[in-house]
């Protein structure tokens, strides 16, 4: 078979694989939920609410009839794109949820990724180009302590530092409060208030951003690390790396023009699954800095027994991953032929 072919067959293969993966999801969350202790109904009206009020809820939240019937309800639901309602908010729907506060969460997870990207590159490819010396150790302590640091609590201490006690940047908005936001185009902040051509909101959403980009980007960045230093430490020792040194190749353009480019491939796959789960996890950094994106809504969401806002946001992520997923998938088939099913 040649490789468009193949190419072709695994992309197929993937994109087959795509309902069947966000199937899984929607059918986990929709179990959970009814699995988890306690009347979701009790829990957003009170026990005392009259019965008449509990029943209309109840119909709302997808609740009433057998769990077949709320089962195979969902999945029409789903099938036609429809998301259902918020029962705490009332008055929104779950695509209206989405279209208010993912951008908050994308904005983070981009800026994050980009600072995680450079940190992680560039301390792994210190380590790698120095093998036992105090730089490779330095670059292995580095990722083992930002990955095994609990974002929460990295979170918590730099906000009491910078944010309490040197007053350097501020707690808990995404925007000056009192001030104008950017007209909304994208919901991006940084990206709209550079379409309007306007320095200091731009510098305002950036000033806001940094502190919370920051946490999560130096804490990411160790998974990258790890990972190039690794790669970039076996592509070292290639045989066609000593060619090059032996021709008289300097050893800066080696690492960069040959090994990295190799060492890249099995990086791509961590790059698109960190951002993807920075997209769908990032809860404990919005609850933590009180970032208003989407995943602190689902926090909220949990928090309140709000079952078509909890499903709906965790299918909305679950799609996010999947589809990156297969992009990532496709990109490595594409770069390297040995990838096939």
């Known amino acids: 078979m040649s490789r468009s072919r193949a190419l072709?067959?695994?992309v197929l293969t993937r994109l087959l694989l795509?309902?069947?993966?966000?199937?899984?999801?929607?059918?986990?969350?929709?179990?959970?939920?009814?699995?988890?202790?306690?009347?979701?109904?009790?829990?957003?009206?009170?026990?005392?609410?009259?019965e008449a009020f509990k029943e209309e809820l109840r119909s709302q939240l997808g609740l009433s009839g057998s769990l077949l019937d709320q089962y195979l309800s969902y999945l029409g639901s789903l099938l036609r794109f429809d998301l259902g309602d918020s029962a705490a908010r009332r008055g929104l729907s779950v695509w209206e949820i989405i279209?208010?506060?993912f951008p908050a969460t994308a904005e983070l997870a981009v800026a994050s990724m980009l600072v995680a990207v450079l940190i992680g590159f560039a301390v792994g490819m210190l380590a790698a180009s120095r093998p036992n010396t105090p730089w490779d150790a330095a670059g292995r302590m580095f990722g083992i302590l930002t990955y095994s640091v609990p974002v929460f609590w990295m979170g918590m201490v730099l906000q009491l530092i910078f944010s309490v006690q040197l007053g350097w940047f501020p707690l808990g908005t995404r925007f000056p409060l009192g001030v104008p936001t950017p007209n909304t185009i994208t919901g991006l902040y940084l990206l709209d208030s550079l379409l309007a051509l306007n320095p200091q909101q731009f510098f305002a959403a950036l000033y806001h951003l940094?502190?919370?980009s920051l946490t999560l980007g130096i804490?990411?960045?160790?998974?990258?690390?790890?990972?190039?230093?690794?790669?970039?430490?076996?592509?070292?020792?290639?045989?066609?790396?000593?060619?090059?040194?032996?021709r008289g190749i300097p050893e800066q353009r080696i690492l960069l023009a040959h090994a990295l480019k190799n060492a890249l491939i099995p990086t791509i796959s961590v790059l698109g699954l960190t951002f993807a789960a920075l997209?769908?996890?990032?809860?404990?950094?919005?609850?933590?800095?009180?970032?208003?994106g989407l995943a602190s809504r689902l926090y909220e969401a949990i928090s309140a027994r709000d079952y078509p806002a909890v499903q709906g946001l965790v299918v909305f992520f679950g799609a996010i991953v999947v589809g990156i997923s297969i992009m990532i998938d496709i990109l490595n088939a594409w770069i390297d032929p040995r990838v096939r099913y």
Do not use: C, H
Request: proline share 8%.
């Open 8 to 10: 072709q067959a695994y």
């Open 99 to 101: 279209r208010d506060f």
């Open 219 to 246: 804490l990411l960045s160790g998974i990258f690390e790890r990972v190039v230093r690794v790669n970039l430490k076996q592509t070292l020792k290639s045989d066609y790396v000593e060619a090059a040194r032996a």
């Open 279 to 292: 997209l769908s996890g990032a809860i404990l950094t919005e609850v933590t800095f009180s970032w208003p």
């Open 210 to 212: 940094a502190l919370p």
């Open 18 to 50: 795509a309902p069947l993966m966000l199937w899984t999801i929607a059918t986990g969350v929709f179990l959970l939920m009814r699995a988890t202790p306690g009347d979701p109904v009790d829990a957003i009206l009170g026990p005392r609410a009259p």
